[in-house]
Structures are given as structure tokens and as C-alpha cells.
């Protein structure tokens, strides 16, 4: 009797022990990181999917799609810092997205110089979207120069509108 | 009905980018007087002898008199002081036109048939002398008045100036209707004073930069059909034409060697544009400048061994000059902070730029028999694209009048000037073909 009661004991205490080790396995000691949790649950607060095509057309930093620039130069302004860094997380989240970064210039100076001055700011924004996490094979640079103006006044306003880097989704995931 | 409509639309929606010969609208010229102090000549109505009645659009004396008034160096009599109307030399009365001040004297008529075929017949005088200075005659076809008023007004020229006369020539130009991404692009080739213009393309897309082959039977341009600038060389007669350059990057600026076996490039598939050039017959790139700046808008001098181009290699752009087998590029312009697409005539004696000042674009010449001074022939602000006429006498050039696209003709030493504006919209990016091969 005492030998069946202890054998029972040992045998509770052994599926005791079987169930604590099973638990244990399911608790990890250390958080593994690089798990992404599932997109549904990412900002379950916002409601918002960055593999979700519509968030392109609602979200605000994604629906602009122009940066400007000042007379004669190619550096990207601060103020489109957001919505480059939103550009780029889409296009992290998306990797069948192709974007084409479209260069303008305004009227003045020559035409072909001024495909040269389009690509450069069209470049200026891909190399920014690469340091955010674009990949290279979802980007191309094409250069419009002063040929597709937006508006043909000779003003420093149309001038400033014009001076521009459109972003074209050709793929949007 | 409707189902055809909509047939009807889509076909011409298909029409992305058609080469094709075809009719375009003219471009506008005012009536243009000759330079006070230019040589006066007086040019009577050619008579006309025929059964049909003269269609006045083709009336040659008119056409010729306008041609001489253009180039700055003549001042045709205007027609309401041509008193007698003299068909030959021999009816001439000499005291009346040197009453007049005229230097020269022209006649003519011109012998209509039935068949349509037509015979010109035309004499030169000196009017001081009462001597003949030509007399010739050129057989033709009706329809083709303007063509030979043209030829009409070179031998004219080439007789009294010594030069060649560029009348007989045509011209090649851009021209865009609409705004933003509903433009439609044309490009035309017209006679050089603008009449006759024929669509060489059509396309929703860019089109720029257009050049021609030294033969006068192609033409280079930049489309941007495929999504991308891309170089096409294509024959004019018969709208054939053959993609030539399509890297990623920038394709752009093209010019023929003066042998038209190469084609000189802007391309930056390298990172940045450089001038390229491309062996027709091989289908070789060679890559002649090597730097981060922007290096664009080649352009051969006479001899075929060296380039001129635009480099903002110096912080803005300024022309220099490169062997055709590469090597270190030379600095040619010091004055203005901006100088670029610079046009060189014929004989390579006349370079025209576009020169910036604070933001005001003109058009610079500079004349080698002279010095080497950039003497500035227009008055802005955002004048570009010269062009010389083959015989370096006349310079077509884009301006911009509020918000529309013109062109300028102006005589090499800047002393007179025409505009020719397209009714539709813009006009951009003229350039002159070299003489017709005789």
C-alpha cells in the first residue's frame, strides 16, 4: 500500500513536472524580437493596415505626393521629412510596390539642362527613401524637366509649383 | 451612331505617338519692313501669263520681298510705291527707280501652262548702272510658287551679298497645346518662313530637342512616349524611324557629326548626364566626360574633331569645349553666370548661347572674325534655343510672351526681327536645316 501510494505520488508529481515543462516551453525566457506580430493587431487602436491599398488614398502623409523645391537646388526640405518616412514605410510593408519619382524644373534656363536639374531632385527623393528603408528595385527616377508644367505663368509662383518631384505609384503592392 | 463615336475616339486615343506626315497649322508672321539703311531694292509684281487667274497667296514678288526684308541686309520698296510694273529689263525706265533710291531692280513672269507645269523666268539689275546682273529662268509645277520665290530670293542674295542665300531652307520645331498632363506635343517641320508646316510627329508625351542630318533627310529628337526620354532618329519623307538610345536615366540632346556617321548624347545611365557619343554604323557608345556635374548639349564644330557643351561642372552652367576622342574639357565663356545650348553656324564663325543674367535669359552671339566678345542681340527674359540658318546670316530663337511659347527670327547682327507665333499654343525649340543638297 505505501509503495503504490508512493508510485502514484511519483507518478503525480512526474505529469505534474510534464505539465510545468510544457508551460515552460510555451513562455520563451527571452522575447524573440523579430517576430512581427500579425498586421490586424499592429495599431489595433487606429484601425490602420499598411498593406491595406486604400490607407494610399486616405492616410494624409501617403495621399501627398509632391515635393517641392527652391530655385536651383536639389536638397529636400525638412518638411517633407513625414511624408517621405510614410512613402517609405509603404513601401517597406509592400514589396511588390513601384514607385517612379517624376523630376521637374521650372521654365528658366535651357530645356535639356533642365532634365539634368529634374533628375536631381528626383534622385535627392529616391536617396532619401532609401535611407528610410525603400528598396532600390521599387524606385525609378524620370526626368520631365520644364516639360510638363503644372501652370504657365511666368511668376515666382507658378515657378515654385513647378519646381517639383511627383510621386507615381506604377504598382501600388 | 454612338457606338461608332466611341469607336472613333478610341482610335485616335490610340494615336500615344504617331509618326506621320500630315498637315498642321501654320505658323503666324506679321508683314515685315525692311531695316532703315539696308540696301534698297525694288522687286516688281511678276507678271503673270496664264489662263487661270492668279492665286494671290503664291503672288512670288511678295514672298521674295519679305524674304530680302528678313535678312537685314535689304529693304524691299513697299508695293504701293511701285509705280510702273515692268515684266523685262527691256521696259524698265531707269530715272523712275533711281528717283526711288533703288540700288537693284528685279523682274519677272511667270508662264502658267495648262498641264500646271510652270516656266519663271526673272532678271537682276543694277539700277545705277542699268546693267544685268542675272537672268534666268526655273521651270516648275503650280503649287510650288513658294518654293521657287525662295530660290528666286537666294540667287538674289548670293548675287548681290556674295553669300549663299539660306531662303530655300526649312525649319523643325515643337509645339504643345494644353497644360500639366493633358498636353499634346507636335513635331513640324515648315519652310524657313514658317509656311508649309507638316506634322512629323504626334504624341501625348514630350517631344524635344529636335536636329537634324547633315543630309536635311532626318531628323534626331527626344520622346518621351515610352515613359522615359528616349532618342529616335527618324526619315522625314517617309515617317521610318529607329529607336536609338533608350537607357535608364536621361536619353537626351542629340546632334549629328558633321559627317552624319555619329550621333553626340546627353546620357546618365551613369549616374549623372555625360556627353556620349554614338557610332551610327556600329551602334558603339563611347563615353567622352567623366564628372558628377550635369554635361549636356553637345555640339560639333565644323570640322567634326571637337565638341562645345554646356557643364555645371563650375557650379552653373558655362560652355566647353572637348576633343571628339575625349580628354580634359576647356572653358570657352566668361561672361554671364549662366551659359548654355550654344548653336554653332555653318562655318563655325559664329557661336549664339543662351546667356543668364539674374535670372534674365538672352541670346549672346559671339562673332569669331571680330573677337571673341558675347555681344547680346535679344532683350529676354527667357530667351532660348538659337538657331543659325545655314548660312550663319539668321538666328531662330524661343521667347516666351506671357504664357505662350513664340519664336524669333533675327538677323546674325540682331538689327531685325520677326516673330512667328503658332495660333494653337506653344512653339518651342526651332531648328534650322542645312541647305538643300544642289
Given at each position: 500500500?505505501?509503495?503504490?501510494?508512493?508510485?502514484?505520488?511519483?507518478?503525480?508529481?512526474?505529469?505534474?513536472?510534464?505539465?510545468?515543462?510544457?508551460?515552460?516551453?510555451?513562455?520563451?525566457?527571452?522575447?524573440?524580437?523579430?517576430?512581427?506580430?500579425?498586421?490586424?493587431?499592429?495599431?489595433?487602436?487606429?484601425?490602420?493596415?499598411?498593406t491595406?491599398?486604400?490607407?494610399?488614398?486616405?492616410?494624409?502623409?501617403?495621399?501627398?505626393?509632391?515635393?517641392?523645391?527652391?530655385?536651383?537646388?536639389?536638397?529636400?526640405?525638412?518638411?517633407?521629412?513625414?511624408?517621405?518616412?510614410?512613402?517609405?514605410?509603404?513601401?517597406?510593408?509592400?514589396?511588390?510596390?513601384?514607385?517612379?519619382?517624376?523630376?521637374?524644373?521650372d521654365?528658366?534656363?535651357?530645356?535639356?539642362?533642365?532634365l539634368g536639374?529634374?533628375?536631381?531632385?528626383?534622385?535627392a527623393?529616391?536617396?532619401?527613401?532609401?535611407?528610410?528603408?525603400?528598396?532600390?528595385?521599387?524606385?525609378?527616377?524620370?526626368?520631365?524637366?520644364?516639360?510638363?508644367?503644372?501652370?504657365?505663368?511666368?511668376?515666382?509662383?507658378?515657378?515654385?509649383?513647378?519646381?517639383?518631384?511627383?510621386?507615381?505609384?506604377?504598382?501600388?503592392? | 451612331?454612338?457606338?461608332?463615336?466611341?469607336?472613333?475616339?478610341?482610335?485616335?486615343?490610340?494615336?500615344?505617338?504617331s509618326?506621320?506626315?500630315?498637315?498642321s497649322?501654320?505658323?503666324?508672321?506679321?508683314?515685315i519692313?525692311?531695316?532703315?539703311?539696308?540696301?534698297?531694292?525694288?522687286?516688281?509684281?511678276?507678271?503673270?501669263?496664264?489662263?487661270?487667274?492668279?492665286?494671290?497667296?503664291?503672288?512670288?514678288?511678295?514672298i521674295i520681298?519679305?524674304?530680302?526684308?528678313?535678312?537685314?541686309?535689304?529693304?524691299?520698296?513697299?508695293?504701293?510705291?511701285?509705280?510702273?510694273?515692268?515684266?523685262?529689263?527691256?521696259?524698265?525706265r531707269?530715272?523712275?527707280?533711281?528717283?526711288?533710291?533703288q540700288?537693284?531692280?528685279?523682274?519677272?513672269?511667270?508662264?502658267d501652262?495648262?498641264?500646271?507645269?510652270q516656266?519663271?523666268?526673272?532678271?537682276?539689275?543694277?539700277?545705277?548702272?542699268?546693267?544685268?546682273?542675272l537672268?534666268?529662268?526655273?521651270?516648275?509645277r503650280?503649287?510650288?510658287?513658294?518654293?521657287?520665290?525662295?530660290?528666286?530670293s537666294?540667287?538674289?542674295?548670293?548675287?548681290i551679298?556674295?553669300?549663299?542665300?539660306?531662303?530655300?531652307?526649312?525649319?523643325?520645331?515643337?509645339?504643345?497645346?494644353?497644360?500639366?498632363?493633358?498636353?499634346?506635343?507636335?513635331?513640324?517641320?515648315?519652310d524657313?518662313?514658317?509656311?508649309?508646316?507638316?506634322?512629323?510627329?504626334?504624341?501625348?508625351?514630350?517631344?524635344?530637342?529636335?536636329?537634324?542630318?547633315?543630309?536635311?533627310?532626318?531628323?534626331?529628337?527626344?520622346?518621351?512616349?515610352?515613359?522615359?526620354?528616349a532618342?529616335?532618329?527618324?526619315?522625314?519623307?517617309?515617317?521610318?524611324?529607329?529607336?536609338?538610345?533608350?537607357?535608364?536615366?536621361?536619353?537626351?540632346?542629340?546632334?549629328?557629326?558633321?559627317?552624319?556617321?555619329?550621333?553626340?548624347?546627353a546620357?546618365?545611365?551613369?549616374?549623372?548626364?555625360?556627353?556620349?557619343?554614338?557610332?551610327?554604323?556600329t551602334?558603339q557608345?563611347?563615353?567622352?566626360t567623366?564628372?558628377?556635374?550635369?554635361?549636356?548639349?553637345?555640339?560639333?564644330?565644323?570640322?567634326?574633331?571637337?565638341l562645345?557643351?554646356?557643364s555645371?561642372?563650375?557650379?552653373?552652367?558655362?560652355i566647353?569645349?572637348?576633343?571628339?576622342?575625349?580628354?580634359?574639357?576647356?572653358?570657352?565663356?566668361?561672361?554671364?553666370?549662366?551659359n548654355?545650348?550654344?548653336?554653332?553656324s555653318?562655318?563655325?564663325q559664329?557661336?549664339?548661347?543662351?546667356?543668364?543674367?539674374?535670372?534674365v535669359?538672352?541670346?549672346?552671339?559671339?562673332?569669331r572674325?571680330?573677337?571673341?566678345?558675347?555681344?547680346?542681340?535679344?532683350?529676354?527674359?527667357?530667351?532660348?534655343?538659337?538657331?543659325?540658318?545655314?548660312?550663319?546670316?539668321?538666328?531662330?530663337?524661343?521667347?516666351?510672351?506671357?504664357?505662350?511659347?513664340?519664336?524669333?527670327?533675327?538677323?546674325?547682327?540682331?538689327?531685325?526681327?520677326q516673330r512667328?507665333?503658332?495660333?494653337?499654343?506653344?512653339?518651342?525649340?526651332?531648328?534650322?536645316?542645312?541647305?538643300?543638297?544642289?
Amino acid at each position: 500500500m505505501n509503495n503504490t501510494l508512493r508510485i502514484l505520488a511519483l507518478a503525480a508529481a512526474i505529469a505534474v513536472l510534464a505539465g510545468c515543462k510544457t508551460k515552460s516551453n510555451e513562455t520563451p525566457e527571452t522575447p524573440r524580437a523579430s517576430d512581427p506580430p500579425p498586421a490586424a493587431q499592429a495599431e489595433p487602436a487606429r484601425g490602420e493596415s499598411w498593406t491595406d491599398v486604400t490607407l494610399l488614398d486616405t492616410k494624409p502623409c501617403l495621399k501627398a505626393r509632391t515635393v517641392n523645391f527652391d530655385f536651383d537646388q536639389a536638397d529636400v526640405s525638412g518638411q517633407f521629412d513625414e511624408m517621405i518616412g510614410c512613402h517609405a514605410k509603404w513601401l517597406q510593408n509592400n514589396p511588390g510596390a513601384r514607385l517612379t519619382l517624376e523630376g521637374n524644373a521650372d521654365e528658366r534656363g535651357t530645356r535639356e539642362y533642365n532634365l539634368g536639374l529634374g533628375e536631381r531632385r528626383g534622385n535627392a527623393v529616391r536617396d532619401l527613401l532609401l535611407a528610410k528603408g525603400a528598396r532600390s528595385e521599387q524606385l525609378t527616377v524620370v526626368s520631365y524637366g520644364e516639360e510638363r508644367p503644372v501652370c504657365a505663368e511666368s511668376t515666382d509662383d507658378c515657378w515654385a509649383r513647378n519646381r517639383r518631384a511627383d510621386l507615381v505609384y506604377t504598382q501600388r503592392q | 451612331m454612338r457606338p461608332l463615336l466611341i469607336l472613333w475616339l478610341a482610335l485616335l486615343g490610340l494615336l500615344l505617338a504617331s509618326p506621320v506626315l500630315a498637315q498642321s497649322q501654320a505658323l503666324v508672321l506679321p508683314p515685315i519692313t525692311g531695316r532703315e539703311g539696308a540696301t534698297p531694292i525694288v522687286i516688281v509684281p511678276f507678271a503673270w501669263q496664264s489662263a487661270s487667274p492668279q492665286d494671290p497667296a503664291n503672288d512670288m514678288a511678295s514672298i521674295i520681298r519679305s524674304n530680302l526684308n528678313r535678312s537685314g541686309q535689304f529693304r524691299s520698296l513697299d508695293l504701293d510705291r511701285i509705280v510702273e510694273q515692268p515684266s523685262q529689263l527691256d521696259q524698265v525706265r531707269w530715272d523712275i527707280w533711281k528717283q526711288q533710291k533703288q540700288n537693284y531692280l528685279v523682274v519677272g513672269r511667270v508662264l502658267d501652262n495648262p498641264d500646271a507645269t510652270q516656266r519663271v523666268e526673272f532678271q537682276l539689275a543694277n539700277v545705277l548702272t542699268g546693267e544685268q546682273m542675272l537672268s534666268l529662268a526655273l521651270q516648275s509645277r503650280r503649287g510650288e510658287e513658294r518654293s521657287v520665290a525662295h530660290q528666286i530670293s537666294d540667287l538674289i542674295y548670293e548675287k548681290i551679298t556674295g553669300i549663299r542665300g539660306a531662303f530655300w531652307t526649312r525649319i523643325a520645331y515643337v509645339t504643345a497645346t494644353g497644360l500639366g498632363n493633358n498636353i499634346r506635343y507636335r513635331l513640324v517641320v515648315a519652310d524657313s518662313d514658317g509656311f508649309n508646316p507638316q506634322n512629323i510627329v504626334q504624341s501625348n508625351e514630350p517631344l524635344m530637342s529636335p536636329a537634324w542630318s547633315p543630309d536635311g533627310r532626318r531628323l534626331a529628337y527626344v520622346s518621351f512616349e515610352r515613359g522615359n526620354s528616349a532618342i529616335y532618329i527618324q526619315e522625314i519623307a517617309t515617317g521610318a524611324r529607329r529607336l536609338v538610345s533608350s537607357f535608364k536615366g536621361i536619353n537626351g540632346a542629340p546632334a549629328f557629326s558633321p559627317d552624319g556617321n555619329r550621333l553626340a548624347l546627353a546620357l546618365s545611365r551613369t549616374g549623372n548626364p555625360e556627353i556620349t557619343i554614338l557610332d551610327l554604323a556600329t551602334n558603339q557608345f563611347t563615353q567622352l566626360t567623366r564628372n558628377l556635374a550635369i554635361d549636356t548639349e553637345p555640339v560639333w564644330m565644323p570640322d567634326g574633331r571637337e565638341l562645345l557643351f554646356t557643364s555645371d561642372r563650375g557650379g552653373r552652367p558655362q560652355i566647353y569645349r572637348v576633343s571628339a576622342d575625349g580628354g580634359d574639357a576647356a572653358r570657352v565663356s566668361f561672361q554671364g553666370d549662366y551659359n548654355a545650348r550654344i548653336s554653332v553656324s555653318a562655318d563655325g564663325q559664329r557661336w549664339a548661347m543662351v546667356q543668364g543674367n539674374r535670372n534674365v535669359y538672352r541670346i549672346a552671339v559671339i562673332d569669331r572674325k571680330l573677337n571673341d566678345t558675347a555681344r547680346i542681340i535679344t532683350d529676354g527674359r527667357l530667351d532660348e534655343s538659337p538657331t543659325f540658318a545655314p548660312n550663319g546670316s539668321m538666328i531662330l530663337y524661343a521667347s516666351r510672351e506671357g504664357v505662350r511659347g513664340v519664336l524669333y527670327a533675327v538677323s546674325a547682327d540682331g538689327r531685325v526681327k520677326q516673330r512667328l507665333a503658332y495660333a494653337d499654343g506653344d512653339v518651342r525649340e526651332p531648328s534650322w536645316s542645312p541647305f538643300r543638297q544642289r
